[in-house]
């Protein structure tokens, strides 16, 4: 069969016009945008505006980098470093193309210089990388889901649900109706936030993971629902609301915008006719769901929703005007000010806390679990928890040369996921992929994501290659 010969070699990649890659135009564009913000930085100006500006160039530059990607065709869009571009740009510059002027309390200008300048170092960092060919693929063994069929996408579905809730659901009796009326709640309020995890209890709340792998794999059931029974596509739909107004109740953007993510991967990458209204319109409804989610979630997640709603905080809000994302050049700033200069770079230290964070820690009681010198320790935010982007926390592990390193290491990556998960049209493939879309859109928040949020990645590897019977599939 051709798909147990499939060829991963960078020189058969360059061949296959069909493989999504970036074209030289865009990242020259992209580039420009770039340089454009780096070099017409004004110290003399406000915060803000430093920042605005900086957001309009690479955002024109971004603009115009798609077009020229576009020219290939529309699925060549879909791929894992454009999903990094994007978060990464909707984490730091985003809010900028609104009125700001809170920000200006945050940080000097010469610290606004500064967190802009190296955050365009990392924006640089991951056009280039994208470049690179130089990773080696997976075995061949271990991606090649071409003998599983699209029947037992259905079943992981189910398999995926039913761990991903079972802790979630356990606290409440399995009642379903209660279980989304505590969600209306603060957050950690719920009877499953509650109580510290570090027993064998834990181990089943680190199922919780598997959620992130119903968006991605409901999106391709949707997109060939004519394979399957309507019993089975009607469950498909009430298992996503449930999953996206659970995401969207927790108060965490984060994880309501890797639900997104990863539905719009699933989707989007089992198109079969390419047709921009297709594209368009969900990517218009989900963009839309996230700017309300950006505006709204911060604001209720210390009272909950059904207080936000009651207590009339909601049209206060929406009566407001601008929008702000998280400020996390703020935090950046911050770090770039104080390393080295009052603390020292952390180095292994980070390496260290971040590879082991999905280590349960009844498995290894002394594991590290958190840094010497946190990024609130550094802004002063005791009260709160402060993200800073993988920028940020690249510049924490070794200054300037590590923002370089990393961002270069996540455009390669990006680039290898890309090559090796589109070799494959099965539904099964197209599902590990686009858990490849929510790890990379994690990862621009935080490195600290990375480690865990494979996980699920890992278990439907697992179940394909491993325990196959599992998901209604035959041992090859």
């Known amino acids: 069969m051709a798909n147990s010969s499939l060829d991963y070699s960078p020189s058969r990649i360059q061949r296959n016009k069909d493989v999504p890659q970036p074209t030289s135009a865009a990242s020259a564009s992209l580039l420009t945008g770039i340089l454009l913000a780096f070099f017409t930085i004004n110290p003399n100006a406000f915060p803000s505006e430093m920042a605005q500006q900086a957001s309009i160039f690479v955002g024109l530059g971004f603009?115009?980098?798609l077009?020229?990607?576009?020219?290939?065709?529309?699925?060549?869009?879909?791929?894992?470093?454009?999903v990094c571009l994007s978060g990464l740009y909707f984490f730091s510059l985003f809010e900028f193309l609104f009125p700001q002027e809170g920000f200006n309390n945050l940080l000097t200008s010469e610290q606004t210089v500064d967190a802009l300048y190296i955050l365009l170092l990392g924006f640089a960092g991951l056009v280039i990388g994208r470049h690179f060919t130089i990773l080696k693929p997976i075995p061949k063994k271990w991606l090649n889901f071409s003998t599983i069929p699209d029947?037992?996408?259905?079943?992981?579905?189910?398999?995926?649900?039913?761990?991903?809730?079972?802790?979630?659901?356990?606290?409440?009796?399995?009642?379903?109706i209660e279980a989304m009326d505590e969600m209306l709640g603060a957050r950690f309020s719920q009877p499953w936030s509650r109580g510290a995890y570090g027993g064998w209890k834990s181990l089943l709340y680190e199922l919780a993971l598997l959620r992130y792998a119903i968006p991605p794999i409901g999106g391709i059931l949707l997109n060939r629902r004519q394979n399957f029974k309507l019993w089975q596509i009607i469950l498909v739909i009430l298992i996503l609301i449930f999953t996206f107004y659970q995401g969207f109740t927790s108060g965490t953007r984060s994880i309501f915008g890797a639900y997104l993510a990863g539905f719009l991967g699933g989707y989007l990458l089992t198109l079969e006719k390419i047709r921009l209204w297709k594209i368009v319109i969900p990517l218009g409804i989900a963009g839309y769901a996230m700017l309300f989610a950006t505006r709204h979630m911060l604001r209720f997640r210390n009272i909950g929703l059904r207080k936000y709603i009651e207590w009339g905080v909601y049209e206060s809000v929406q009566a407001e005007e601008g929008l702000a994302v998280d400020y996390n050049l703020w935090p950046i700033g911050k770090i770039v000010d104080a390393m080295p200069n009052t603390y020292d770079f952390l180095g292994w230290e980070?390496?260290?806390?971040?590879?082991?964070?999905?280590?349960?820690?009844?498995?290894?009681?002394?594991?590290p679990v958190e840094l010497s010198t946190s990024i609130e320790d550094i802004v002063g935010a005791t009260q709160m928890t402060v993200a800073t982007t993988y920028v940020g926390e690249a510049y924490m592990l070794g200054g300037v040369i590590a923002v370089i390193v990393v961002s270069l290491i996540i455009g390669a990556t990006s680039n290898w996921w890309t090559r090796i998960t589109t070799q494959q049209s099965s539904g099964y493939a197209v599902a590990v992929g686009a858990l490849g879309?929510?790890?990379?859109?994690?990862t621009m928040r935080s490195l600290a994501f990375f480690t865990t949020m494979i996980l699920p990645i890992i278990?439907?590897?697992?179940?394909?290659?491993?325990?196959?019977?599992?998901?209604?599939?035959?041992k090859r």
């Open 151 to 176: 029947q037992s996408l259905f079943r992981l579905f189910l398999i995926s649900s039913f761990l991903g809730y079972f802790y979630l659901l356990s606290t409440v009796q399995f009642n379903v």
């Open 437 to 442: 879309f929510f790890v990379a859109a994690m």
């Open 63 to 65: 603009f115009g980098s």
């Open 459 to 474: 278990a439907l590897i697992f179940f394909a290659q491993i325990v196959p019977s599992l998901i209604g599939a035959n």
């Open 67 to 82: 077009c020229f990607d576009s020219t290939r065709g529309w699925r060549n869009l879909f791929r894992t470093d454009l």
């Open 350 to 367: 980070m390496i260290q806390v971040f590879a082991t964070k999905p280590v349960p820690r009844v498995l290894w009681p002394g594991k």
